[in-house]
């Protein structure tokens, strides 16, 4: 297969060592890549119930099958191991270069094993592997350790990189990549730094080839035409994720006021729209095989939350979470807050949750000023959100005790406060919300990567494959085509496909591009099964972690308990039970243990697992 290197590389950073080991090609076609390769491999090396921020937790990084081949949006790297935030199965996915840039320096997944007794980075470039002290990178931010690994290994080469939340152990710490592009979610970046793993660069120049090139090629000119004529791309392109903010606040979709609220809570709830933020766009950005190129630089050139240079573009995400949650207006203040969980290396959706959690606990009273340092939390004011984000950037006063996740705070305020934690099992709410769309409901509670929009749901349902109008009011039913949506996005994600692009692109003509890619036939039934044993393996993670989802809490406010008196989705009540009932059923997990059943291990070829 010319697609990968069929190698995988294992650094024992305790050891400081290392091996690299073929990998068959049979795996690819029963796991395709990414975290979907991810699962089986740390199943099959740790114990799921092993301390997330110990020397037993295994990091691993890994592009997806396609990514690094021009196949179109396959640009995608997945981080994963076991989450410190969620106790957890844990895996996040970001853009850019780095993943075409790892498959070229020789490997197609690396792992991290023990902990480095004093900061390192590794260099892989062309297959050469060697560790070398970052005693000179920690305490440095993203952007500065991007900048000086790259002053040392040459432009051309990428690096994934934690910040100083990462270093800190905080609980929302991600994993930068182009000073901006964010494997986020997980707490991941925690995990690097319990590791001392300050960095990872690599440089190759490997070249990847499908093996069936003319119908590759034709395949991949016939989807960016088809990507290119879509308006939804042709928004993407123009103005990238801010198309969202106005249309999500306008239904009811964003959130409010940490969730409690409506539009009408905003002085101007279309004050801040796509042309809005595009008055800040200095130049357009793309990840490496990206035909829309929904990123950008952008700048603040004026007023208090200037930023000196041009920095990537606030995504809808962070809008959301750092703007209409808050009842902050003020979009300089958005691109200031997006740059600097950044530079943290932090994620802007727990950092939002975080926040608007702690601004309901201060106009409550169960924190006061005394306990901020002075600082007053109140809704609306774009200082005070600055302010908050930054003392959890650097783990100071009340940042430290938000950096640890929402159960520590709860512990510290009081269980009084946990009716305003709009969180799953200590993960932050994303930007959509579930009395918008009850499918959301099930996807954040669910999946063992908690409180996550992009993990297939049939609210957002994959392009080519069918499915009837959804409704809040008739439940019943939704299960299965949430089920076969999760499992088409666990074989998409795995393959390294962007979201956008399976958003727009019939994903049986993504089927045919592995068949073109691989010479072999793979069939939408291999794909989906492919997909299911995915998604299988992470529920089978988290049992061995003993985590089972039935036993955690939703947070009510975001299921209508009680309902909203006004706007798009007053009156709206969402039946969490019924829809997790039933994706039990469908699943074929048992309806108490959440366990797979013994014939479903069988028919996906994953008994050694169960």
Known sequence: MSVVNGKLLEVNLAQKKWTSTQLSKDIFHSYIGGYGLGVKLLLERMDPATDALGPGNILGMAPGLLTGTGAVAADRYMVFGKSPSTGGWGDSNSGGYFGREMKRAGYDAILFLEQADAPVYLLVEDGEVSLHDAAFLWGKDCYETDDLLKGIHGTECQVSCIGPAGERLSLIAGISTDKGRMAARSGLGAVMGSKKLKAVVVKGTADFSARDVSRFKDERKAQAKDIRENTFGQGLSAHGTAIFYEGCIAVGDAPIRNWGGTGAALQDASGVTEKTMSGFKKKKYRCSSCVIGCGGHEQADTGPYKTATPVHKVEYESMGMLGSNLLNESPESMIYLNDLCNRFGMDSIGCGGLCGFAFECFEHGLITAEDTGGLKLQWGDSDAVIRLAELIGRG???????????????????????????????????????????????????????????????????????????????????????????????????????????????????????????????????????????????????????????????????????????????????????????????????????????????????????
């Open 396 to 610: 100071e006063g009340i940042g430290a005790v938000l950096a640890k996740g929402f159960e520590h705070a709860i512990s510290v305020f009081g269980e009084k406060s946990r009716g305003f934690a709009m969180m799953v099992r200590n993960e932050a709410l994303p930007a959509h919300d579930p009395r918008w769309s009850a499918g959301l409901a099930l996807a954040y509670y669910s999946n063992p990567t908690p409180a996550r929009h992009t993990q297939g749901s049939t609210t957002f349902p994959v392009a080519g494959y069918e499915q009837p109008e959804m409704r809040n009011d008739v439940l019943h039913g939704q299960a299965r085509y949430h089920k076969d949506n999760e499992n088409l996005v666990h074989a998409l994600s795995s393959a390294g496909l962007c979201t956008f692009c399976f958003s727009i692109i019939d994903f049986k003509r993504m089927v045919d591009v592995l068949s073109a890619a691989d010479a072999s036939e793979w069939t939408v039934d291999d794909f989906m099964t492919a997909g299911y044993r995915i998604a299988v393996l992470r529920h089978i993670f988290n049992l061995k972690a003993g985590i089972r989802f039935t036993d955690f809490a939703f947070p009510q406010r975001v299921l209508g308990n009680p309902p909203l008196q006004e706007g798009p989705t007053a009156g709206v009540s969402i039946d969490l039970d019924l829809l997790v009932q039933e994706y039990l059923q469908e699943m074929e997990f048992d309806p108490q243990s959440c366990a797979p059943s013994r014939e479903l291990l069988e028919k996906l070829s994953i008994v050694q697992f169960g």
